[in-house]
């Protein structure tokens, strides 16, 4: 009989992999960054979110906060090394006045990132203690980053079309990765995840055969959400219809 503990891993390591593909998404933008070595009118914000929420989560993922926690270490990981790619290549080419903006917003976010990592090896000596602090805090950062959406749910509302409807399994993987062995601090953002993936689809199928049919391409950048158990974030995803 296969155990809960195997199930859960497997679980994780299927979400690890939808991670990681919401992480690549936004490779479209930046190849045409690249391309015209020029930013355009895209914006660093949703990647230096990522970047942050990543962080976090990779506190609430080493053993000395949450142990037992690799498979939310290894994606989140993984993830800050994508994301700081993602703001490498922003920053080679912006100007120079939004390349201030992201140096200032990255420093902060490393003090932030730091001062927790601190109070909570300074503050809190116990696991439940330090999992407590950091939790709560993945949960703010994820729970915001999954309510992202909204604004597009409403769109497709108004314009009775699915051309700017993004959908994000994420949420629905990791909340069944935190029930199998109870997380609550994973479960709360993804549980939030799945509900407004649910949604989502809802409206895909009310609203699908009254998308406008025409030839041109628009791309909306939106907020990436990642995963976690995490957190999947946030990248940026370029929908075409």
């Known amino acids: 009989m296969i155990s809960t503990g195997t199930i859960r891993t497997v679980v994780g390591i299927i979400g690890n992999v939808i991670s990681f593909g919401l992480f690549l998404s936004p490779l479209p933008t930046f190849i045409t960054i690249v391309k015209k070595r020029a930013v355009e009118d895209f914006s660093p914000v949703p990647y230096l979110a990522t970047l942050l929420n990543c962080m976090l989560w990779v506190v609430y993922g080493v053993p000395f906060v949450h142990p037992n926690s690799m498979l939310v270490l290894t994606i989140n990981g993984i993830g800050i090394f994508i994301e ?3 703001i490498c290549i922003f920053f080679a080419f912006a100007p120079r006045r939004l390349r201030l903006k992201i140096l200032s917003i990255l420093a902060a976010e490393l003090l932030f990132v ?3 990592l601190g109070g909570v090896l300074g503050g809190a000596h116990t696991h439940d203690k330090r999992t407590q602090i950091v939790g ?5 950062f994820g729970t915001a980053m999954y309510a992202s959406p909204l604004s597009i749910m409403k769109m497709v509302v108004q314009t009775k079309s699915v051309k700017y409807m993004p959908f994000f399994l ?16 994973i479960l709360i953002p993804n549980g939030l995840g799945a509900l407004l993936a ?4 809802f409206l895909y ?6 998308t406008p049919k025409d030839d041109t391409k628009q791309n909306l950048e939106l907020p990436q959400i990642v995963p976690t158990n995490a957190p999947e974030p946030l990248s940026s995803l370029t929908i075409e219809k």
Do not use: E, H, K, P
């Not at 199928?205 to 009254?210: L, Q």
């Open 84 to 86: 700081a790619l993602y």
């Open 114 to 116: 730091g001062v927790v």
């Open 136 to 140: 709560i805090l993945c949960v703010i």
């Open 170 to 185: 994420n949420g629905a993987c990791w909340t069944a990765y935190s029930l199998l062995r109870f997380d609550l601090y």
């Open 198 to 201: 649910a949604a989502q689809l």
């Open 205 to 210: 199928f009310i609203y699908y055969r009254t």
